[in-house]
């Protein structure tokens, strides 16, 4: 298979802040965040960072991202399949796009479980968000009964070809995938860099047998799971792993920057 070499994928460093930080906390962790990293001269050209703030939130970070010129991305936790209506609580990409966010956090482990959200509808989820002209950050893993069972590739991949259903293959190419193992993910317990490897690996090669090699490799294939900027270099430095996907972790500025940072990591 003719790849395009891991180097012409930009890694993306994600947080994804969950249920915490209100509107004023989230002003704050972010202005933190961009200090630390200006302070570090981070060049976000080489290292992508993007944050998932709680809905309430991205307005305060717009105008925050806008007004300060800063070079970090956004995106929402979630979206609705639909467009606009009566559908109470929900959210559509229409006004997410509106608020300049970039990315779209589809599939999260805790909507699949939770909320009990199906392939289904995170099918038509990943076709609202390309509606939108927003980039879904496709979330897929597998819990701990499937990991001990061994078929955690199987079903992982499983996971891929039901909600890329019926997409075409020029938003293929634009996807990001985060593959997050459900027994990692708030636990502690970390996959192992072999581990972040063999499935983002299996990802590729399945995009690849799908879309071609050309698409596969454009597509950027995240690990989340209790990453810390202890692990995350080892993690980001496997070959066909091009980012992490943050949670506990990017609540803390000066931790999430060294993330970011996981270069200056391999070097020292
Ligand atoms: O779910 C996650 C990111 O989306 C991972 O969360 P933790 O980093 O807290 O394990």
């Known amino acids: 298979m003719t790849t395009t070499p891991a ?29 630390t990293l200006d302070d570090a001269k981070h060049d976000y050209r080489r290292v ?8 309430t939130d991205l307005r305060g970070v717009q105008t925050l991202v806008h007004g300060d010129d800063l070079s970090i991305g956004f995106g ?10 009566a559908y109470t609580g929900d959210i559509s990409g229409q006004f997410l796009a509106k608020l300049g966010c970039t990315y779209v956090l589809v599939g999260h482990s805790e909507r699949r479980t939770i909320h009990g959200e199906s392939d289904e509808l995170l099918a038509a989820k990943v076709k609202a968000a390309f509606r939108h002209g927003l980039v879904p950050v496709l979330c897929v893993g597998e819990g701990l009964e499937v990991r001990q069972a061994g078929t955690h590739v199987e079903h992982t ?44 690996a299996a990802i590729r090669a399945e995009l690849a047998s799908r879309y071609g090699d050309d ?6 294939v995240l690990y989340g799971g209790s990453v810390k900027a ?32 996981f270069e200056s990591h391999l070097t020292t």
């Open 7 to 35: 180097s012409t994928r930009v890694p993306l460093i994600a947080g994804n802040w969950k249920m915490n930080m209100d509107h004023v906390q989230g002003i704050t962790l972010l202005q933190k965040l961009a200090w």
């Open 48 to 55: 992508e960072v993007t944050v998932f703030p709680p809905f």
């Open 76 to 85: 929402g936790q979630d979206l609705s399949d639909q467009d606009a209506g």
């Open 157 to 200: 991949l499983g996971q891929l070809r039901a909600d890329l259903e019926g997409l075409p293959e020029d938003q293929v190419r634009q996807l990001v995938v985060a593959y997050e193992p459900v027994w990692a993910i708030g636990t502690g317990e970390v996959a192992g860099p072999e581990d972040a490897q063999e499935m983002s």
């Open 215 to 220: 698409v596969a490799s454009a597509v950027r």
């Open 230 to 261: 202890a692990n995350a270099a080892a993690i980001i430095g496997q070959p066909d792993v091009d980012g992490v996907l943050v949670g506990g972790a990017s609540l803390d500025a000066g931790e999430f920057a060294n993330i970011v940072r």
